[in-house]
């Protein structure tokens, strides 16, 4: 039978399950990534599950998000995180070292292996022909703990890429195109499948960009072919003995096919406040700008960089913008600083920036009061960069570098030619921030300061579930609304009881007080509930609050399966209209849990307005059990899964 990347991968690691979209699977997982922000529920799970070898090839904790280090919290989580994982066989990435995409990219990804990470980015490394899933801290430990993950077969969408970019015209742009074309919830249930002649044309780095924002599609995972691109980039990193070259076979079956002609593309831009309000840079230019930053898991590779750094050179930029430059690794930043390039960003005027995600996740850099930013990150969610009136637009490098020095929103193009730049022939490979587990586990001791405090863990099912819809929300709601994570709250992502206080403020700022007040209850939300990060605190910190089900239209893939692992139910209104019927107030009981659990189908009676609802739980067997359970650990610890 002929075969596509994806299924290929997923075939050499199935370990039961037929590979037919909408089919429960369960897939050995060779690699595991997580960052600090979801490192340490991560790490306290697989802690709590009790194991003492972890079954996976090679696991990897790096420390990326978090690196300000205003108060003890951070340094506390990161010491942590540096013990656990040398006494568990985990290799641990310094602060310092890098985004966990950009150095998995550089120095873990493998084609041809699966990876799990707790962050939703984890789908870069399928820049590189690796079949790589984010998923919530739980799944991860339990990958850890076990070597499997178990999930629902996504239909495969072929991305046949035609022709060749246009000077100016940038990897960021393809995927932006998609974005436009199929909106941050048209790649749930999907995984996207990179092909045709455009391929050979996209570096191992610009095939990273476009997995890595596969993710504000809502994607399960993007992957590219491995082929002689990947060899060489392989062999410059000096792990050309990673190197599989794997192709779709001829006559492949795809369930859906996206054609994209590369050529007719030109530079885009998505406006606030979503990845997928995209418009051609045409159509807005001349935008005046406060600010522009570089960097992220998306756009921060040495070529992107080397790329920015040509245009900057022997300029100045715009006397009222602020440029910050983020190098996505250790790797990256040293090269610059060697060969001198680094010195043409100095001298322009931008800030350079630890390695980190910084900016793009609130920590630190935030705009003016109702701000231009320019950013070549993936997400412009409002409020994200901390200033809750700004303007987030998303640019890829080239955009963000020619309006730092104009100072507006500038069409590359007019720039006339653009600079080439090269992949290196060989990157500068030092791996001193990677620390190897220990050879002596038993001796080391686990070091857990004051702002690690225990997480929450969901009850078995009750036969009956009460109580009054505590809020209802819109569609699109992202998991920064339902979890915030700025530079203010994410030192406390060990400290549950503390972010509690600010669940879903965003959308109602009383909704922690009146989840206290009512002992839990009910959220109603719209469409795609929970797009966004892999994070699971939007389901841990829900469940500490005491909600047993969420009622929405749809749910993103890694919310659904958070939500589920803690014991929440995730249900789908039959009819959407009845999301219109129900208020916030209102009283709503479930009977007859186990029975409807079970079937699938779950009848909600709306005391309150005397109205009945049709829900529908779409989630696979094991799941149910895991709800009737009360979550992951619970059946993990049980020994049933
Ligand atoms: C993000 O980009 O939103 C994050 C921060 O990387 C999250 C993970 C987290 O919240 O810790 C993600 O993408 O999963
Ligand atoms: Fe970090 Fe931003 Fe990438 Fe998330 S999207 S991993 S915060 S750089």
Redesign the pocket.
């Known amino acids: 039978m002929q075969l596509t990347v994806a299924q290929k991968i997923i075939s050499e690691h199935l370990v039961s399950g037929k590979i037919i979209s909408g089919e429960e699977i369960i897939i050995s997982i060779d690699q595991t990534l997580t960052?600090?922000?979801?490192g340490t529920m991560v790490y306290l799970q697989l802690e709590a599950l009790g194991v003492n070898k972890i079954k996976t090839k090679k696991s990897i904790a790096y420390i990326d998000?978090n690196t300000l280090q205003t108060g003890s919290e951070n340094a506390d989580d990161h010491l942590y995180i540096q013990t656990v994982a040398k006494k568990y066989g985990i290799y641990f990435s310094k602060p310092g070292n890098g985004i966990c995409h950009q150095v998995h990219l550089e120095r873990f990804a493998v084609p041809g292996e699966t990876l799990l990470g707790?962050?939703?980015?984890?789908p870069t490394a399928g820049g590189m022909g690796m079949l790589a899933i984010?998923a919530g801290g739980v799944d991860v430990a339990v990958a850890i703990a076990q070597g499997e993950y178990h999930f629902t077969m996504s239909k495969i969408v072929k991305v046949n890429l035609t022709g060749r970019l246009n000077p100016w015209v940038s990897a960021k742009d393809i995927i932006l195109e998609l974005l436009k074309r199929l909106t941050v919830k048209g790649g749930v249930g999907k995984i996207f499948e990179y092909a045709g002649e455009g391929v050979k044309s996209l570096s191992i780095p610009q095939r990273a960009t476009i997995t890595n924002m596969g993710?504000e599609l809502g994607a399960t995972n993007s992957i590219f072919p491995s082929d002689e691109i990947t060899f060489e980039f392989l062999k410059a990193q000096k792990r050309e003995k990673d190197y599989l070259e794997i192709q779709a076979d001829e006559g492949a079956i795809y369930d859906e096919e996206i054609e994209i002609d590369l050529s007719q593309l030109e530079p885009l831009v998505a406006c606030p406040h979503s990845p997928d309000k995209v418009v051609p840079i045409s159509s807005i230019k001349n935008i005046k700008v406060d600010q522009v930053i570089i960097g992220?898991?998306t756009n921060s590779s040495y070529s992107d960089l080397v790329k920015v750094a040509r245009i900057l050179e022997d300029k100045t930029i715009a006397e009222h913008v602020s440029l910050a430059i983020a190098p996505g690794s250790k790797q990256v930043l040293a090269m610059l600083a060697q060969n001198g390039t680094l010195a043409s960003l100095i001298m322009s005027g931008a800030r350079i920036l630890e390695c980190a995600?910084g900016p793009?996740?609130g920590m630190g850099q935030s705009p003016p009061t109702d701000g231009v930013s320019l950013r070549t990150f993936?997400?412009n969610f409002k409020g994200?960069s901390g200033t809750l009136s700004a303007k987030v637009y998303l640019v890829s490098p080239e955009v963000a570098a020619v309006s730092a020095i104009n100072g507006y929103l500038s069409d590359p193009r007019d720039l006339g030619k653009p600079p080439i730049v090269k992949e290196p022939e060989s990157f500068f490979v030092n791996d001193n921030l990677i620390i190897p587990p220990a050879n002596n586990p038993d001796k080391v001791k686990i070091i857990k300061g004051p702002n690690i405090k225990p997480f929450p863990t969901g009850k078995p099912l009750s036969s009956k579930i009460q109580g009054k819809v505590l809020i209802k929300v819109k569609d699109n709601i992202t998991?920064?609304h339902i979890?915030p994570?700025n530079a203010k709250l994410?030192p406390y992502?060990s400290n549950i009881p503390y972010l509690s206080n600010y669940c879903l403020t965003p959308c109602d700022k009383n909704f922690p007080k009146k989840a206290k007040k009512n002992k839990g209850g009910f959220i109603i939300a719209g469409i795609n509930y929970g797009q966004?990060?892999?994070?699971e605190?939007?389901a841990l910190i829900p469940l500490y609050l005491g909600i047993r089900a969420v009622l929405a239209k749809s749910f993103a893939r890694?919310h659904q399966a958070n939500l589920v692992n803690n014991g929440i139910i995730p249900l789908i209104f039959k009819n959407p209209e009845d999301y219109d019927n129900v208020n916030e107030m209102d009283e709503l009981l479930i009977e007859n849990t186990f029975f409807q659990v079970k079937k699938g189908i779950v009848k909600i009676k709306n005391l309150t307005k005397g109205k009945e609802y049709k829900m529908l739980l779409n989630i696979t067997a094991s799941q149910k059990e895991i709800i009737v359970q009360g979550g992951l650990l619970n059946l993990v610890k049980s020994n049933m899964f």
Do not use: E, V
Not at 532 to 535: E, H, L, N, P, T
């Open positions: 960052q600090d922000a979801t998000h707790s962050d939703s980015h984890t984010g993710a992220s898991c995600c793009c996740i993936n997400r994200r998991t920064d979890m994570s994410l992502r966004g990060s892999s994070r605190h939007a890694i």
